[in-house]
């Protein structure tokens, strides 16, 4: 009965907070003129938009959403793996500082780029009395602003609601997955019965796929100092698809920055705009490559930031436990690594073949091009869902668990 009612607690303050953001995202920052739609660019904005929980497509309160600190948490994540030692002398205040500091600077740095983007939409007659500098200053102000209430809100959130920061990536997931089915690269698709048939057995097939790959793990048996081996099964659990969405959270950020530099009219019509604008272009072979490969690096990256098998091998000596026949501290490091590669380079590869086959395909048919990140945000869909089913779980579960 206790859980019950932790549980109905939890997803109260979920739904409260989950409102709150929802609502910001709707205010719209004043200043601006109205949005138009952006064609071929929409689909891109909109997955943007998904991947962070904001909305990229108009200046608001809320606009750059989890994006300031989905980036910090990772760049955090990366510095603490590269020197482990000074960051574990930190109390939790400092680390809490450094990451506020962290969020605080891409926050920034996002709504520049984003008050770049709008930079033509920007009413200036609306506050004749303002010259445009004050004004780009203030607009980045309420964009950070919002960006760290966000931040604020995640970490409630994860302290007294369900889901942590991917509950807010949720509902503009869910909203937006329809909407990619319809429009694109490609422009408006038109969608008749047996397109809708085709695409529910194909994405039902999807689904099960990945469930069965996301869930398969391979097991690193450890031996447990004191246990006899007849009774000792414990193991070290790496999943196929170590990385989780990550990637694809990320791959079409880091893809679509060099992009920018085509915003200056000083590379115009240069060999350097040229070249640029085929590496990074959806519509060419080699910018499809180029994808495939930062989707393929994320995909290592992360792998190897959830797993961290220097933090395994360290605290696998520091217990006593070990791996048969691999001696405790750098060699089991160097053992795990070399595991966490194999099992990594295959669960990427198939985040890289379902993302790249439509890419490919919609060179040749347009239609197929409308559907290039419907399967990435399924599966990012198929990742929270079920991270967000296993903590609801794991509140159930401690009836079971009541020492005293």
């Not at 959130?157 to 937006?176: C, D, H, M, T, Y």
Request: charged share 15%; glycine share 6%; with cysteine.
């Amino acid at each position: 009965m206790k859980n019950n009612k932790e549980i109905v607690k939890r997803i109260c303050w979920s739904i409260l907070l989950l409102t709150i953001v929802e609502f910001g995202k709707k205010i719209d920052v004043p200043g601006f003129l109205t949005i138009p739609q952006e064609g071929s660019q929409n689909l891109i904005i909109r997955f943007l938009s998904t991947t962070t929980g904001g909305n990229l497509a108009k200046p608001t309160l809320l606009s750059l959403g989890m994006g300031p600190y989905m980036t910090a948490l990772i760049i955090w994540t990366t510095i603490s793996m590269i020197d482990t030692d000074r960051i574990n002398n930190l109390s939790i205040k400092q680390r809490g500082y450094i990451q506020r500091v962290l969020t605080l600077i891409f926050a920034i740095a996002q709504g520049i780029a984003l008050m770049f983007k709008f930079e033509n939409l920007i009413d200036y007659k609306s506050f004749p009395d303002v010259n445009k500098l004050t004004f780009f200053c203030v607009a980045i102000l309420i964009l950070t602003t919002g960006a760290m209430f966000v931040s604020w809100l995640s970490d409630i959130n994860s302290e007294k609601g369900v889901g942590a920061q991917s509950l807010f990536i949720l509902p503009g997931l869910i909203s937006n997955i329809p909407a990619m089915l319809v429009s694109g690269q490609s422009g408006t698709l038109r969608i008749n019965s047996s397109f809708i048939i085709g695409l529910l057995i194909i994405t039902l097939i999807y689904i099960v796929v990945t469930v069965f790959l996301y869930n398969s793990e391979y097991r690193i048996a450890i031996q447990r100092t004191g246990i006899d081996s007849k009774f000792n099964h414990s193991y070290i659990p790496i999943r196929l698809l170590t990385a989780g969405a990550m990637p694809f959270m990320f791959a079409v950020t880091v893809f679509s920055v060099p992009q920018l530099l085509l915003l200056n009219d000083r590379w115009t019509n240069t060999l350097f705009s040229s070249v640029l604008s085929r590496l990074f272009s959806f519509n060419t072979v080699e910018g499809i490559i180029t994808y495939g490969i930062i989707l393929y690096a994320l995909g290592m990256g992360f792998s190897y930031i959830n797993v961290r098998p220097h933090d395994i091998a360290k605290h696998l000596k520091e217990s006593g436990d070990y791996i048969y026949e691999i001696v405790p501290g750098a060699d089991t490091e160097t053992y795990i690594k070399k595991k966490l590669s194999t099992i990594a380079m295959v669960g990427n590869s198939y985040l890289v073949i379902v993302s790249l086959v439509p890419l490919f395909i919609g060179l040749k048919i347009e239609i197929i091009a409308n559907l290039a990140f419907y399967f990435g945000s399924v599966f990012m869909l198929i990742i929270i869902l079920d991270t967000l089913t296993q903590e609801i779980r794991f509140i159930f579960s401690k009836r079971n668990y009541n020492i005293f």
